[in-house]
């Protein structure tokens, strides 16, 4: 059975670790093989092997850098069907989705910050009648990214990406759940010949390796995305150290509807925000909120796009709507739409355990559920299930629309629906998220902010943010 291996100082090492978990292919229930539970011994390997790689790294140029990005972009892009493959198992989400979003963003992360950190300003002078200043941005050192299972490679990249350019050494983490796209990409970076050390890999349990990375001394900053209740046990460990910390959490996020909107895009549009990769992305809308109007119509055709979704196994092209990524993550789901019920709902669509035949038959696969008869401060519009669970919610007003929507303690995201661009601009002014779609979902401009308000996040990740994160500035003053 394939042991995955921890990728440090430009190679795959044997582990010091004896603790190993198992790897599930969520599509089919079956074990495919075997990743290290790094320990204390393999995490300080890796930051040792990052402390030595970081002189040498941060000296080089930064057109130098950019060049290693930008081939570690094309190694990805010649290999993009095996990685592709790799992401569809290891997540259970279609190839198709693996192969149009997943693995082309991983390629354009390293792309765009290799390009984009050429405009950056790492330095400049301020000059008063009393002083000359010369301000500049110099990398942090060994800095760390760990990423959760739902985009592995996706974000994973996200993070590593800006960190390198800036002439930052990397130890990352990626999911336990979801590591093969991390492991392979140990073997890119060997290829395009990255110096040893610059950026390693480590595998594990949150718990374990992720908590020994936090508490590291030598790591001078945490990139994570996650869950909430991650962020915050993240939050208290990395203090003890005043580590630098960008968290990417968790979201709720409401898509607001008003009965002017272009009805056929809106409609198409939600059922791909709602159900995208099994309901699985922080983005996706789980709370939709419908303008009274146009309730009962958009419920009805909601619930009919919705059931005609293909439920199937990932690697069949015919597939929309694939596995769930683990069995705890399905079990977490079941629990939820169980908890509906028992808080009064009407499951309208969906709810049930779906059973493919063949390769497939254990595999984790739920129908797409809509639920409606809630009302806002239940658990199911309160908590973040993170799977392909949404309610239906009626408003009247565009005062009604803007409370419920602020009514969770999450804001990463939302969608506003009409075709009235004042009202869209109001309402998006007065609601809590960090980014706000209007008439359109997961738009992404790379060089733009990211990330969430309140519960949903500390920091912003993307464009400029991401390369202040990962650097540090100084102030050199003369008198004049
Ligand atoms: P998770 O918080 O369980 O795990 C995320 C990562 O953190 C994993 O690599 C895990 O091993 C590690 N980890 C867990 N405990 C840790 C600890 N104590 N110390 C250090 N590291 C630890 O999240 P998940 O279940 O993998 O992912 C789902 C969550 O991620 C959802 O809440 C989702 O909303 C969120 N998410 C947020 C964004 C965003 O951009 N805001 C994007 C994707 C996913």
Known sequence: MELIQNYISGKYVDPRSNSKLELHEPATGVVYGQLIDSNSEDVQEAVSSAKNAFPSWSALSLVDRSNYLMAIAEEINNQADNFSKFESRDTGKPLSLARSLDIPRAISNFKFFAEHAKDFKFEWDLISDVSINHVSRSPLGVVCCISPWNLPLY??????????????????????????????????????????????????????????????????????????????????????????????????????????????????????????????????????????????????????????????????PMTQFGAISSEQHFLKIKKYIEIAIEEGASVLTGGNVEKLNGRCSKGWYLQP???????????????????????????????????????????????????????????????????????????????????????????????????????EQKNICLPK
């Open 155 to 316: 974000l994973f990249t996200w993070k590593i990406a800006p960190a390198l350019v800036t002439g930052n050494t990397v130890v990352a983490k990626p999911s336990e759940v979801t590591p093969y796209t991390a492991y392979l990409l140990g073997d890119v970076c060997s290829k395009v010949g990255l110096p040893p050390g610059v950026l390693n890999i480590v595998h594990g349990k949150g718990s374990t390796t992720g908590e020994l990375l936090v508490n590291n001394k030598e790591i001078k900053a945490i990139s994570f995305t996650g869950g909430t209740s991650t962020g915050k046990l993240i939050f208290k460990n990395a203090s003890d150290s005043f580590k630098k910390l960008s968290l990417e959490m968790g979201g709720k996020n409401p898509a607001v509807i008003f009965d002017d909107c272009d009805y056929d895009l809106m409609l198409e549009t939600v059922v791909r925000s709602s159900f995208s990769n099994q309901g699985q992305i922080c983005l996706c809308s789980s709370r939709i909120l419908v303008q009274s109007s146009i309730y009962e119509k958009f419920k009805s055709d909601f619930c009919s796009k919705v059931s005609g979704l293909v439920i199937g196994d990932p690697m069949d």
């Open 369 to 471: 559920t809509i639920i409606e008869g809630l009302n806002h401060s239940s658990r199911l519009n309160q908590e973040e299930i993170f799977g392909p669970v949404v309610t239906l919610q009626p408003f009247s007003t565009e005062l009604d629309a803007v409370e419920m929507a602020n009514s969770t303690d999450y804001g990463l995201s939302a969608t506003i629906w009409t075709k009235d661009l004042d009202k869209g601009q109001r309402v998006s002014s007065s609601i809590d998220a960090g980014i706000i779609w209007i008439n359109c979902w997961l738009l992404r401009d790379l060089r733009t902010p990211f990330g969430g308000m309140k519960n949903s996040g500390l920091g912003r990740e993307g464009g400029d943010d991401a390369l202040k994160f990962f650097t």
